[in-house]
């Protein structure tokens, strides 16, 4: 059993920055890994970034080089930070966390990157 609480969604310009923050509880520790989900209207859901609990990281290539995914197991949270954001980036931004053989999601935030 996980449960995912998002934060950290909104309306920003391009090239600006925003930070998302993924909090888990319940089985933290079977957890195997978490990710980053994102779907824009009308297209399909796709992995942005992940991390295992080893720490390795596999990001989309379309944000290589300006989204950073990282953990902190003191407070249970993934965040993503997002740089340079592009029109492209706007989506809902939905976490993801696995462990053994099931897939828990949050709730979705909305990313909007507008002039």
């Known amino acids: 059993q996980v449960q995912l609480v998002e934060s950290g969604g909104g309306l920003v310009q391009p090239g600006g920055s925003l930070r998302l923050s993924c909090a888990a509880s319940?089985?933290?520790?079977?957890?195997?890994?978490m990710g980053w989900y994102r779907q824009a209207p009308g297209k399909e859901r796709e992995l942005v970034a992940a991390?295992?609990?080893?720490?390795?990281?596999n990001y989309a290539d379309s944000v290589k080089g300006r989204f950073t995914i990282s953990r902190d197991n003191a407070v249970n949270t993934v965040y993503l930070q997002m740089n340079s954001l592009k029109p492209e980036d706007t989506a809902v931004y939905y976490c993801n966390a696995v462990r053994v053989v099931n897939s828990y999601w949050g709730q979705g935030t909305q990313v909007t990157v507008s002039s």
């Open positions: 319940g089985s933290i520790f079977s957890i195997n890994g």
């Open positions: 991390i295992t609990s080893g720490g390795s990281t």
